[in-house]
């Protein structure tokens, strides 16, 4: 396994606020006991690019660590990170972002646009901003397409895909260690819905017709909610 050169862009509303390399992977700065620690900044997507293919990482191991977010990356142990991004969490020791609205890791996907790192669970609760303390998750990239700069939009979060990860020997490894992947699938990518209806009115959206899963294995039935909008309630029909 060699380094995994990754390039991190610390993206603000307007500008690229910084720009890092860092050695990951399985002999990178992790398994060296020198990660790279950056601060934590308010309302900035931190995009991920790997050298190798000029597109984000397919996938990427996290872990909360009291306040700091810990990311290790392919073939690297998510227990000795790569980057460490300091006070990424709460002060007052809550679940969600230290600063900001949304502070997302993203990455380039091959079809040009920029999506989140989701997590390969579909489940709610391994979310990156909703991690509790020592807890790890593996995250892949997809989900719903969003800015390269840092702009928020609540509506990513209304469903997350469900993304399926070819890794070695990942079995029930709780995703601490970055995935190797050797066939990777797909990522099922997930487009924008909306949809008008007058007050009182219920609506009804399909949210996979406009997706795209080139293995065509995308499951429906694993779609949850991750947070409800300001005005009315979404929920999602298992069966249908």
């Known amino acids: 396994m060699t380094v995994k050169n990754i390039v991190l862009k610390i993206n603000a509303k307007k500008s690229t606020l910084d720009t890092l390399n860092i050695e990951g992977g399985e002999f990178g700065r992790g398994s060296q ?8 900044k308010a309302n900035v997507h931190y995009e ?37 991004i300091e006070n990424y969490y709460a002060a007052n020791g809550e679940l969600g972002y230290s600063e900001g609205e949304s502070n997302l890791l993203i990455g380039q996907h091959e079809n040009g646009k920029y999506y989140p790192y989701v997590p390969e669970s579909a489940e709610k609760n391994d979310a990156v901003s909703l991690l509790a303390d020592q807890v ?18 609540p509506l990513w979060l209304l469903a997350l895909v469900p993304i399926a990860a070819v890794a070695i020997g990942q079995g029930h490894d709780n995703n601490k260690k970055s995935p190797v992947i050797e ?58």
């Open 136 to 153: 790890e998750a593996g995250q892949a990239l997809g989900g719903e397409e969003v800015a390269a700069f840092w702009a928020f939009n």
């Open 48 to 84: 991920f690019t790997d050298k190798e293919t000029s597109f984000g990482p397919e996938n990427i191991a996290t872990k909360r660590h009291d306040k700091d977010l810990w990311i290790s990356f392919e073939g690297g142990d998510v227990d000795q990170p790569d980057l460490i």
């Open 33 to 40: 006991g020198k990660p790279l620690k950056i601060a934590a």
């Open 183 to 240: 066939h990777p699938q797909h990522v099922p990518i997930a487009e924008k819905d909306s949809a008008e209806t007058k007050e009182n009115t219920p609506v009804i959206i399909d949210v996979t017709t406009n997706d795209t899963d080139k293995d065509g294995d995308l499951d429906p039935s694993t779609v949850v909610i991750t947070k409800q909008p300001q005005n009315g309630t979404v929920s999602v029909d298992p069966i249908t």
